[in-house]
């Protein structure tokens, strides 16, 4: 507990360093090309389409929830998918990009995974952004509920740094690392319902141990969360048991990779 309480200390002192740090990675992103920022949002919606025109169109796949056009059900799972895999993609590999940041002796390490969480969160925004007109466009009203993104998009960030920091640690030693990230998160992205829901198979013999299965996953608690808050109305206190069991997981790996991360930090600038 001691690694997260310091690490929160030096967020609050080198919060402005942080931030313009953030913003000059977000800036990056775009130089160069003609288009900037709209190549940011060609992505997720060109996926969302593909998603829509197989399942919806090709497939002709049934609403999972009844009175609920397909794209509003796929949107608020595949958004906070998409934040989390880049974040997590973004932070293994941060070591590497800020090498000469490493090698200052002055400066603190632990704070470049959180550059480049703040800089994948400014584009999630964007994400969101749009997710929202989405529904307002199909005519869905604003629900009290659509606030709770922000707390299901801090749970996501928290999961991806939990992660990252022990991702980019080994990452420095193990360069093949980002490689095994980028294979597990395509997994990742079909063992969450993201596509499916786990009731389709309520007729099998194995649901209920799909059912329990499912909810190991910490990324299940952030998609039907956000399904929850942009669908259902619901309000994240209904679901306590996942809640406590995700913060409780969250809290172990972020402490668990805060650790290997000091442990390594010494050797960080020789071999890099």
Not at 4 to 28: G, H, N, P, Q
Not at 81 to 109: D, I, M, R
Not at 180 to 204: A, R
Request: proline share 5%.
């Amino acid at each position: 507990m001691n690694y997260v309480i310091s690490l929160m200390k030096e967020i609050v002192r080198k919060r402005k360093l942080i931030w313009d740090l953030a913003k000059a990675d977000f800036r990056k992103r775009f130089v160069g090309s003609y288009f900037g920022m709209v190549w940011m949002l060609v992505q997720p919606i060109v996926t969302v389409l593909i998603y829509f025109f197989i399942f919806q169109v090709g497939f002709k796949s049934v609403p999972p929830v009844p009175g609920v056009p397909y794209v509003l059900w796929l949107i608020p799972g595949i958004v906070p998918w998409f934040f989390y895999s880049e974040a997590l993609n973004c932070v293994t590999g941060c070591l590497q990009e800020y090498s000469y940041l490493v090698k200052k002796v002055v400066f603190q390490v632990e704070i470049l995974p959180i550059i480049k969480l703040i800089s994948c969160m400014l584009v999630h925004a964007f994400f969101a952004g749009i997710m929202l007109a989405v529904f307002l466009c199909y005519g869905r009203l604003p629900m009290a509920t659509w606030i709770q993104i922000l707390y299901y998009s801090f749970a996501a960030a928290m999961l991806a740094l939990a992660f990252g920091y022990l991702t980019s640690a080994i990452n420095v030693f193990f360069k093949d690392m980002a490689q095994i990230v980028s294979i597990c998160l395509q997994f990742g992205m079909w063992l969450t319902p993201i596509m499916w829901q786990v009731e389709q198979f309520s007729g099998s013999s194995f649901y209920p141990i799909l059912c329990k299965l499912v909810k190991f996953n910490p990324m299940y608690y952030v998609v039907v969360g956000y399904r929850d808050s942009m669908i259902m109305g619901n309000g994240f206190w209904q679901r306590p048991g996942l809640t406590l069991y995700f913060w409780a997981v969250t809290l172990l790996l972020l402490l668990g990779g805060l650790k290997v991360f000091k442990r390594l930090r010494p050797h960080f600038s020789d071999v890099l």
